[in-house]
């Protein structure tokens, strides 16, 4: 009996795993698409401008944000989209909702399933590196990407050349980017200031001074929250002799630069302004924005980083729980001991995109066709700002000015459709900054606080030349996507455990750290780019 | 069933109860009405927080009773139709789930709890092997592609519907309740099994098929983790549970990278409460019509008649 | 001729058992045994791009990475921990839970609380992590902040690493407990109500009738799940412990499912997922198995 059953089981096994090869070996092969649109003889490309003979579908990524009330694939924007561009074409316009929180993972998943659409994008450069890495895009012909789009190309193509290459191929394409500098922005609280009779702090140590005259009054501490991506905080920490070389190796988005110096700096000061009392002394729960700002708006600190827009909620829920409150923009060299602003500053591109391996040639051009459409300043214009008179009027400068409370049917997304044009530009621009400028007082901030972004327009404006470029790698830095997520957990403990330690115990545990840090990955990384660079594979921007 | 309300009102008239007994019964009171309170804590929490005003849920302040009061944000629920269209979608998939889940899961338990059939432990077995022998997120996943149900109602429905663990703990039930010589004598009578399941088996064991129907229900209502996998260009087979975390979580952006000049503004606090409190009372009031079930045995009329 | 005839009638009275179980084995192999070919990917340098068939095989070198990194062995034994400290809290709750529960006469009352046990089951870890730490912060939780109003100082209940194993311990015992009494409800109903009778007869009071009626009546449903959540010590909710993980107590918190997903998710490598899955799952059924044979050996029923 029991061996009975024991090679029963084995035979439905057998059979089981042979019907799992067979549905696992059975994924649909290639089909032989055109993959060039030159014509034959090689010397032009084919003509679409009369629309394609049988219609394309093109699948456009666009990030869903979850905004409540808010289709991203199906609104009247998408509609429009397939109206006036589309139907002109013969071109199907499809948009595919990428998750903007789980945008990795979505692709990934996509690309395994080769249903991935037909733009493969990241607003970061290593990760757009990472899906050139999983074999996820195809090489560009750019001759073809100038003769279909060729407005968008002739914006766009310095920052093809440079940036657009891996290991000698052209693999991304761009959005153009005219950073803004002066919408991150950390709010002080003014009325707290005048109430321990300080001034604005300039520096490191003013800042210090104005926490513990807080703490001294018993108003709050200053704001803080966890640094888990996006590692920008050893800014402030630079000076001027730190080499182009140093920063090659340790400036990155997303690996943490533990073990070098303006990180020790950092930690430093964090531990020792943690172990005054006066910064946030549970900061490192503050693993999301909102709870930095449930703390700032409460009343329980008195500063808040952010990314200010004029819908956003922070002044109202601040007002409400704390009537009197007055807010001012801090001074960013604040931040700095020698009062200097050091900032990240944007490579000039925004969005990093590439063309999914799976896309056959036509709607390749048909995805030129597309950017080229949205790069026409009327298209773009609507696509930013809506429908005039609905959305909006034009003041006598020719700047939109958004109509408030505005519901009818060409509502625009709450960040303004951005996650349609980010695919041309990173930032609404008239192409002229005193315009810009303008606009952006109204866009940034909600009606009364347009004094915010002047007082940060006018720090950007004294620290401007502190801006520091990352500089990018011409080649893949493999061990980057092997340890960066081991590294990420890794310091998120470590620099907790730094900050909030005895300042007895911190040189030892910073050298100790940094020691399993390097051995954990961080050593291969810094090997690694030390190659490359010496190779000559990376591009410093001015 | 008349045997059962006679031997439980006999209770009373056997056992005089002692003043030892009142107080432990008072503690057994005390206890459990505590640790309900504390239970219904975090849904009042919830629920409070859906109605207050957004500015001092923000400022996390609402703990327990609300601040402030509007209904706006349940307004906004109602009035949004894609949250309406998920609440469909939920509905459906959990009904046709839990439909399909029960069919094979009496089979199941039934057939296997049955001594004459042959390769019940093979059988068993191998359906045990699968609940912990799991391939793993990308395997699935790829299985799921080459099935060609991804983006597909299908593959909400079909790929869980046959728990293991549900049935582990049907057969279980379905062994120690139902009495071998019931059935033995149905089939000696020439019942077939089909007929025995319907007409002995299922109002015997009332109880455990409502425990597990709940399971299925609540179980497919509350899952999204396949909906977040499977469901990507489908926009509309978002079911609610998928719809909330894609909701909830949204907020916890901060992408430095992401300059530009519009804000990053995520979804009030208010709303997303609302949204919790929406997308849970539909399936917590499935459960007082299954709760009756458990109140009382049905074991002993059907044995002595 | 005698066989032949057995075997008809054996036949004709089984058929429909095996018809029953055609639908319920095909939907075990089409849904889950299909699904592993494709744990090839714990072999391979696997690239989604390229597929199962177009990746590189390394044969075991994932595995020697996985066994060999700095975080696995640790996360083996936080995960075997909390996991461990589950059976012993989060188990037995429900069947004390289940057993006072039949002890309350006043029906409203019972179907009240019972309802409200429930709850906590309907909301999810993001929701339940967040409410978490509105209470249990140490500068402004609603229970420090309570504490220190009674005199006693704040307790760190999410930075300490042992208060953070009792916390995470105490929310999985009071998430589920409710729920968990259901299955022990359900149980309960099936004990045969002459047995009570006969006992009460006997003279057993409230305690003998519950020692000796109802826990032998729920013992196989006891033993039933305890086997199961056995062969689960090695998985574990990553839901429950990313809501309620936090930077400063880190020591308990990395555990398998924790490394599945940071490097499946956040780290876009499958193939170290997949193997770490798939050694988890080798150990939890070889512990299912054992404690299945333990079960069998001293008289239970087991699982298969």
């Not at chain 2, 093979?122 to 793993?136: C, D, K, N």
């Not at chain 2, 209502?221 to 396949?226: A, I, K, L, R, V």
């Not at chain 3, 070198?61 to 400290?85: A, Q």
Request: glycine content about 6%; overall charge negative; some cysteine.
């Amino acid at each position: 009996m029991r061996k009975k059953a024991a090679r029963s089981a084995a035979v439905v096994l057998a059979a089981a795993m042979t019907v799992g090869i067979l549905a696992g070996c059975g994924s649909k092969g290639q089909g032989n698409e055109e993959t060039s649109n030159r014509t034959e003889d090689g010397t032009g490309f084919k003509d679409y401008s009369e629309g394609f003979p049988e219609e394309v579908t093109i699948q456009i990524p666009v990030y869903d944000r979850a905004y409540e009330g808010w289709d991203p694939t199906d609104n009247y924007y998408t509609n429009w989209v397939q109206t006036e561009f589309g139907d002109k074409y013969n071109i199907n316009v499809e948009y595919v909702a990428i998750g903007r929180t789980t945008e990795v993972q979505d692709y990934m998943q996509m690309i395994a399933a080769q249903t991935a659409p037909d733009i493969i994008m990241s607003y970061d450069m290593p990760q757009a590196v990472n899906y050139y890495n999983e074999d996820a895009m195809q090489p560009l012909d750019l001759e073809e990407i100038e003769y279909y789009a060729p407005t968008y190309y002739a914006n766009m193509k310095d920052t093809v050349a440079q940036y657009g290459s891996l290991d000698g191929e052209n693999m991304f394409f761009f959005a153009e980017r005219n950073p803004v500098y002066y919408s991150e922005i950390t709010l002080i609280r003014q009325d707290w200031l005048d109430e321990v009779g300080m001034d604005m702090p300039t520096n490191e140590a003013e800042l210090e001074e104005v926490g513990r005259a807080w703490k001294e009054a018993g108003l709050g501490t200053l704001g803080n929250s966890l640094i888990t991506q996006s590692f920008t905080y050893e800014y402030p920490y630079f000076d001027d002799s730190i080499s182009e070389e140093e920063y090659g190796k340790y400036l990155d988005l997303t690996v943490a630069p533990l073990t070098w110096e303006p990180s020790e700096k950092y930690l430093k000061n964090l531990n020792e302004e943690y172990n005054e009392g006066i910064v946030d002394q549970e900061f490192y729960l503050n693993a999301q924005d909102t709870d930095w700002k449930a703390d700032f708006v409460s009343g329980r600190c008195g500063t808040y980083k952010f990314r200010i827009g004029n819908t956003t909620d922070v002044f109202d829920s601040l007002l409400a729980n704390n009537p009197d409150a007055e807010v001012s923009t801090l001074d960013p060299g604040a931040l700095s001991p020698e009062g200097k602003g050091y900032y990240y500053a944007y490579p000039p591109y925004g969005m990093v995109m590439g063309i999914s391996t799976t896309t056959p040639a036509e709607e390749r051009a048909a995805v030129w066709m597309y950017l080229e459409w949205l790069n026409q300043p009327e298209n773009l214009f609507k696509m930013q700002n809506g429908v005039e008179g609905d959305n909006y009027t034009l003041d006598e400068d020719g700047i939109a000015v958004p109509i408030a409370g505005f519901e009818g049917e060409s509502k625009l997304s709450q960040n303004n459709n951005k996650d349609y044009w980010c695919l041309v530009v990173e930032d609404v621009t008239y192409g002229d900054a005193e315009k810009d400028y303008k606009a952006n007082l109204r866009l940034l901030a909600p009606a009364g606080y347009e004094y915010l972004i002047e007082q940060a327009y006018n720090y950007y404006q004294e620290d401007a030349e502190y801006g520091i470029v990352t500089p990018v790698f011409t080649k893949v830095i493999e061990s980057i996507s092997e340890y960066s997520s081991d590294l990420n957990a890794m310091w998120q403990e470590f620099y907790v455990d730094l900050a909030t330690c005895d300042p007895s115990e911190f040189d030892a545990k910073y050298e100790e750290y940094c020691q399993e840090y390097l051995e954990g990955g961080y050593q291969d990384i810094l090997d690694e780019k030390q190659e490359a660079m010496e190779e000559g594979s990376y591009i410093i921007a001015e | 069933m008349t045997a059962v309300k006679r031997s439980v009102k006999g209770t009373k008239k056997i056992v005089g109860r002692t003043k030892k007994d009142y107080v432990i019964t008072a503690c057994f009171y005390i206890i459990l009405a505590l640790v309900a309170a504390i239970c219904l804590f975090p849904f009042l929490h919830v629920l409070s927080k859906s109605i207050s005003d957004e500015a001092y849920v923000i400022a996390n302040k609402v703990v327990l009773f609300p601040k402030g009061f509007s209904l706006d944000a349940y307004k906004k629920v109602f009035a949004d139709s894609s949250i309406m269209r998920s609440l469909y979608v939920s509905v459906v998939v959990t009904v046709a789930f839990t439909a399909i889940g029960m069919f094979l899961t009496v089979c199941a338990s039934y057939a296997l709890t049955r001594k004459e059939l042959k390769g019940r432990r093979v059988m068993t077995f191998l359906i045990m092997v699968s609940m912990y022998f799991t391939a793993g997120t990308i395997p699935d996943y790829l299985l799921m592609n080459n099935l060609h149900m991804l983006d597909t109602w299908w593959c909400l429905i079909l790929p869980l519907c046959f728990s293991p663990y549900n049935f582990l703990i049907m057969k279980n039930n379905f062994s120690s309740t139902i009495p071998n010589s019931l059935i033995e004598a149905a089939v000696m009578d020439g019942a077939g099994h089909f007929t025995i399941l319907a007409r002995i088996v299922l109002p015997l064991t009332k109880p455990i098929i409502a425990t597990i129907t709940l399971f299925y229900a609540v179980g497919r209502w509350n899952t999204y983790s396949d909906a977040l996998y499977y469901i990507k260009q489908r926009v509309d087979l978002r079911p609610l549970q998928l719809k909330l975390y894609y909701l909830v979580v949204s907020a916890q952006e901060s992408f430095q990278a992401e300059g530009g000049v519009t804000g990053v503004l995520t979804n009030p606090e208010v709303l997303k409460a609302a949204c919790v409190i929406f997308a849970t009372i539909p399936i917590i009031i499935a459960y007082p019509f299954v709760q009756k079930y458990f109140v009382q045995g049905t074991m002993v009329g059907a044995v002595k008649e | 001729m005698n066989i032949k005839m057995k075997n008809r009638l054996y036949f004709k009275r089984t058929w429909m058992l095996y018809l029953m179980m055609v639908l319920p084995m095909l939907f075990i192999i089409v849904f889950k045994y299909c699904a592993y070919p494709g744990l090839a990917i714990a072999f391979q340098d696997y690239k989604v791009a390229r597929g199962i068939t177009g990746s590189e095989w390394v044969g075991l070198e994932i595995f020697k990475k996985i066994f060999t990194h700095r975080d696995f062995l640790p996360s083996v034994r936080n995960t075997l921990l909390l996991n461990i400290l589950d059976l012993i809290f989060s188990f037995p709750m429900p069947i004390i839970l289940a057993l006072v529960l039949n002890e309350i006469r006043c029906k409203w009352f019972k179907k009240v609380t019972q309802t409200l046990l429930y709850l906590p089951h309907f909301l999810s870890w993001v929701i339940i992590g967040g409410l978490g730490y509105q209470l249990f912060s140490m500068s402004t939780g609603v229970v420090n902040i309570l504490i220190e109003n009674a005199g006693g100082s704040p307790i760190p209940f999410l930075q300490d690493d042992v208060w953070w194993v009792i916390t995470y311990v105490l929310i999985g015992v009071w998430q589920s407990m409710g729920w968990g009494t259901i299955i022990y409800l359900a149980a309960i109903t099936g004990v045969n109500p002459e047995l009570y009778e006969a006992a009460r007869v006997d003279g057993a009071g409230r305690w003998k009738q519950c020692w000796h009626v109802t826990l032998p009546g729920i013992r196989s449903a006891i033993v039933t799940l305890l086997i199961m959540n056995l062969g689960r010590v090695m998985q574990g909710s990553f839901e429950r412990i990313f809501a309620l993980m936090n930077a400063k107590a880190t020591e308990f918190t990395t555990t398998i499912p924790v490394l599945v997903y940071r490097w499946g998710i956040e780290g876009g490598k499958f193939s170290e997922a997949t193997a770490l899955g798939l050694f988890q799952s080798v150990i939890g059924l070889i512990l299912v198995l054992a404690a299945d044979f333990v079960a069998k050996r001293m008289g239970e029923e087991g699982l298969i």
